[in-house]
């Protein structure tokens, strides 16, 4: 009898609770809509920065075009192909900055939201991004030939020869990147050794591996230097050769071993597979290719090769997938410190405003320096550098197929990484162990009150539960045996998270929730949106 009283009694606290949530929940929701205003405003001034940004194009008047404009960029485009007669330096000066307004339209594609480009646009852009890409192919096989021509000249060009190729290389390498794109969508199936380039991802530029005919030279008669002019350009030795019937030995053209120095930027936390593009299929393969080693501490790879062409080096795409854990703190005013850890690294970022950094990096838990640490950008620039250096703790829409995640339900994720960025001035929050017990329509994470910039050694966390439409503190702990959704004593169910902390976060808190800068709040919410820690970890 005691017993079934006692769960009267709770059942009736609860119904209390329930009613007293359900009274109060438009007043809080109708206050969390206006404190989520902050994400149109921040939206708001991102606009403004794009149109002073073309402004300022504008009125630079520097003869470059305007990417995003199709009879500019169609302009540029026809006349630098019709250009015939261009030095070696010439041609490096303009590839430098097609590579740049390569670049202005990738972010412009990445940057701008879905309702404000039209699918022609996106077509147009598109377009414009693989016509510059061919177009740079061809004049860096034309710099090439301006070289092999000038090798057999006096011995005092050979240090500017020397200086060139290798300013050829360095922007070839820049360049080639671009040269294949990646696949927008998943395959449905794959040829045998093709690459899923959904699985897996090109890190380090791409090698161009050939064997080139060395052109005609230059010859000295009298005062003149004459040179015959080759009307198809750069001509490739093919190897092994079409045609090998007067070749008796069985293995006259054996694979060709190469050595490649890998690039100082990029992290491979694996050895890195190589893969060659077949030019006939357009995509990436592994076949042709053997006797691959990889020596970490020289960065160098040496494998052998049966036919020359393009390679790049490949990288599981989810290999720091998923998390082990995550942890958002405060730093001061507008300042957060994200770190995430997976089996491999640990990745801290900071964000500040409206841009990122990455703070440091550490393997084997030992600190690895970076050309990107210090270096401030806006969010979807410094995603796009990191996934370029081999740290990728940014899941895609196909992620989910590759990884074995804590699936949630996508409405009540995007409203906790909302409502987590704005209570994350005052607030540091963690993974816990909990999210994974859940069903997929809540999501559990700890919490505490942070109000220096210091970390707090053996902070006091709470346990939060959070369905999309009502929050509560949990009774449990971390260290908990068993899990239960048992309400935490003498606290309440609120609609959202903001108004939950209210009951027990102090005045300086709650003051620093709400002076808080807009595009700090969208900064921190693009982060959280794009790692996904509630489902990847």
């Known amino acids: 009898m005691e017993r079934l009283e006692l769960e009267r009694i709770e059942k009736e606290k609860w119904n209390q609770l329930e009613s007293k949530d359900l009274e109060r929940r438009n007043e809080e929701l109708e206050e969390l809509s206006l404190l989520e205003r902050c994400f149109p405003e921040a939206e708001k001034l991102k606009q403004d920065t794009r149109l002073l940004s073309q402004w300022k194009h504008y009125i630079q008047c520097d003869g470059s075009p305007d990417p995003s404009i199709a009879p500019e960029i169609n302009t540029f485009i026809s006349l630098w192909k019709e250009e015939t007669n261009e030095t070696f330096e010439e041609v490096i000066a303009k590839s430098k900055l097609v590579l740049n307004l390569i670049e202005k339209l990738k972010l412009i594609l990445l940057e701008m939201p879905p309702y404000y480009l039209e699918d022609k646009n996106i077509i147009q852009y598109q377009g414009s991004v693989l016509e510059m890409q061919e177009l740079l192919h061809l004049k860096f096989n034309i710099a090439t030939e301006i070289l092999l021509r000038s090798f057999v000249q006096e011995e005092s060009d050979a240090t500017k020869c020397e200086l060139e190729m290798k300013l050829l290389s360095e922007t070839v390498l820049s360049a080639q990147l671009l040269l294949i794109e990646n696949a ?39 005062s003149w230097m004459i040179v015959e002019i080759l009307k198809e350009g750069l001509q490739k030795y093919i190897y092994p050769p079409e045609t090998t019937e007067d070749v008796e030995t069985e293995n006259a053209f054996p694979p060709i071993e190469v050595t490649l120095e890998v690039q100082e930027n990029v992290i491979f936390f694996e050895d890195p597979m190589v893969a060659r ?110 996934k370029e250096t081999g740290l990728n703790i940014f899941p895609s829409g196909h992620s989910h197929f590759y990884v074995i995640i804590n699936y949630k339900d996508p409405l009540v994720e995007l409203k906790a990484y909302r409502q987590l960025a704005l209570l994350s001035s005052a607030f540091a929050f963690g993974w816990s162990k909990w999210n994974a017990v859940c069903t997929s329509k809540k999501v559990i994470v700890k919490l505490s009150e942070h109000l220096t910039e210091e970390p707090i050694q053996n902070p006091n966390w709470t346990l939060l539960m959070f369905s999309g439409n009502r929050a509560q503190r949990l009774k449990i702990n971390e260290n908990s045996e068993t899990f239960s959704e048992a309400l935490k004593e003498e606290t309440e169910f609120h609609s959202t998270l903001y108004h939950m902390v209210k009951d027990f976060a102090s005045k300086e808190a709650m003051e620093k929730i709400r002076s808080s800068n807009c595009q700090f709040i969208d900064s921190v919410c693009y982060m959280l949106l794009s790692t996904r820690l509630l489902s990847y970890s």
């Open 184 to 222: 927008t969508e998943k395959p449905t199936f794959f040829e045998d050794n093709e690459v899923d380039l959904c699985q897996f991802t090109t890190l380090g530029g791409v090698y161009h591996l050939d064997i080139l005919e060395l052109p005609p030279q230059y010859k000295p008669m009298k």
């Open 277 to 386: 593009w077949d030019a006939e299929g357009k995509h990436w393969q592994t076949d042709g290719i053997s006797n691959v080693s990889y020596k970490s501490e020289e960065r160098l790879i040496t494998f052998s090769l049966e036919t020359f062409g393009p390679i790049t080096l490949i990288q599981d795409t989810h290999v720091n997938m998923p998390f082990q854990s995550w942890e958002l703190r405060p730093l001061g005013v507008n300042k957060v410190l994200l770190t995430v850890t997976t089996v491999f690294t640990e990745v801290q970022i900071q964000i500040k405003e409206d841009l990122c950094m990455l703070a440091s990096i550490k393997l084997s838990d030992k600190k690895h320096s970076s050309t990107l640490e210090g270096k401030w950008m806006t969010p979807i620039s410094f995603i796009f550098a990191l």
